[in-house]
C-alpha cells in the first residue's frame, strides 16, 4: 500500500519514499555483516547459503552470480546507468536479461556484494526476492501503460502484488519457489499459463476490470499449463484471494520432495475441483476488509506512477513515418516487427532486440545499456522496460522520431529487426555459468542466429519462437518454443534433444520431445531441415504453429532425423 503521497520522480517508474529506501540500506548492512561473517569463516558455507539467497547471490561454476530484481520490468534511465557502472566496475562489463524481467551479473565477487547492493539501494533497486522459496519478482506486460488493447494498466497492480509479498511473514518460506505474472489485456503477453498464478486483465459484464485467474502452470521437470481458477475476480478482491491460493499452497504443499513441491504438482494431486474448494474456502473464511483494495488505494498507487505528457501534434507523424517506411525497405522491416500499436495517436512502442546475428541473448554490454539509458531520454520519456523475452522496450516514442532512433541503434548494433522471428532467441546462460547446466546454450544459440542471419529468410519463414535451454529446469522456456532445444548428457558429452509444439499464448501447449538427442552442429543442421520442411508444406498465410498442429511431428522428425 502506499507509503505517503510523495509525487512521483520519472515517467512509468514508481516513486520510493523513505520507508522504501530506509528498508533498502537497512537490509544492506544488515547483509554487509553477514558477508563479513561468511568470509571470517564464522557462518559455514551451509548457514549462509540461505542468507545470500535472500539477496540474490548464487554460487555458479566459476563465480558468484547476483540476480537484481526489475520489478514487472519497468526501469529509469538513471537506473540502467547504475546497472552499467555495476557491469564495468564489479563484472566483465556486461550484464544478462532474463526471462524474469531480471538482470543477471555473472562474475561478481562475494566481498563486492554488499557495495553493489548499497549503490543499488541508492538507486532504487535490490536483489530481494529473486531467489528462494519465496514469492519471486512480479513479471508483467512490457506493453503496459502503453498497449491500444490494454483494459487496464497492470503496472499498478503488479506494485501492488510486490509490496504484498515482500517480505510477507507467512510466505517467505514456501514450499518452493513462486512466480507470478500480470498482463493489463485479456491477450496473453505474459505467458500467464506457465506460472504458478498468472493473471489477465477482461471487462466484466458491467465494464469494469476483472482478472482471470490461472494456477498451477509451470515448465522444468514437469512441464504444465495452468487452468482456470477463477474468471471474474474483481479488482477490490485481488490481494485476498491470492493470499488464499498462497495459504493452500504453503499448507498443502509438499516439502519432503524438492522435484514435487511446486503448486502446479498440487493442483495436479489435489484435483481442480478440490483446490478451487479450499481456496474459495481459505477466502471466505479471512477477514476481507483488511485486504481491500479500495479505489482510493489503488489511485494513490497510480499516483506514484508518472504520465507522460504526450505532444499534442503527434497525431501527424503517422505520414511521415508512412513517408520514411516507403523510402527504407530496411527501416521499414524493422517497423515492421519492432513496434507495437499506441494508446495514443503518433506514437508507439519499441521493441530493442538484444539478439543480433550471432550475439548472445540478453546479453547488453555497459555501453549499450548507457546507450539505451540515452535514448530513452531522448526519445521515451527516460524509461526502459525489460521483457520476459529478453529484449528492451521504450514504451512510448513519436512516430515521427522512429527514423531517427532506428538509426542510431543500428549504428550500435542494436537495430536488428527480428522480434518474433527465428532470431530472436530465448536461451538461459546454459553449462558456460550454470551449476545445474548439462550443456551449453550460448554456442547453439549463436550458431542457429547466424544460420537463419538472411533478413529475406527471415521474413518468408515468419513468426517462430525458439527456446533453449541448458538443463531440465527450462530457464530458457524451451517447453513454450514453437521449436525447443533441451541441453542434455549423453553418456558425458554435451548434446540436445528437439521439441516441437510448443506455445506460450492464449493456445498454451507444450512441446514434445520427437527424438534421441544429437551433437550441437547435427542439432542446428535439424532445425534447418525441420524450417526447410515447414516452408514446403505450409498452406498460404499458414505460421509454423499452425503447420506443426495440422500435420503433426512426424515430417519434421522424418526430417530432422534424415542425416542424423
Known sequence: MPHSSQPPADVGRYAYDTVDRTFLKQRVEQFRDQVQRRISG?????????????NGLYLQLHAYMLRVAIPYGIVSAAQMRTLALIARRY??????????????FNWIRLEDTPDILNILADAEMHAIQTSGNCIRNVTSDQFAGAARDEVLDPRVHAEILRQWSTLHPEFTFLPRKFKIAISGSAQDRVAARFHDIGLLARKGDNGRAVFEVYVGGGLGRTPIIGVKLRDDLPEEDLIAYLEAVLRVYNAYGRRDNIYKARIKILVQALGLGAFRDQVNAEFMAMDRSRYRLQPQVVAAIRARFATPVFAADAAASSAQLATQTKADPAFAAWVGTNTHPHQQDGYCSVTISCKPSGGIPGDVTSAQMDLLADLAEQYSFGELRITHLQNVVFGHVRKDQLFALWQVLTAHGLGTANVGMITDIIACPGLDYCALANARSIPIAQKLSQRFSNAALQHEIGALRLNISGCINACGHHHAGHIGILGVDKRGEEAFQITLGGNSGEDASIGQIIGSAMSEDETVDAIARIVDTYLVQ???????????????AAPFKDAAYATA
Open 538 to 552: 505450409r498452406k498460404p498465410g499458414e505460421r509454423f504453429i499452425e503447420t506443426c498442429r495440422r500435420l503433426g
Open 42 to 54: 564464522a557462518l559455514s558455507e551451509d548457514e549462509f547459503k540461505p542468507l545470500r539467497l535472500m
Open 91 to 104: 563484472d566483465r562489463d556486461y550484464g544478462h536479461f532474463t526471462t524474469r524481467q531480471n538482470i543477471q
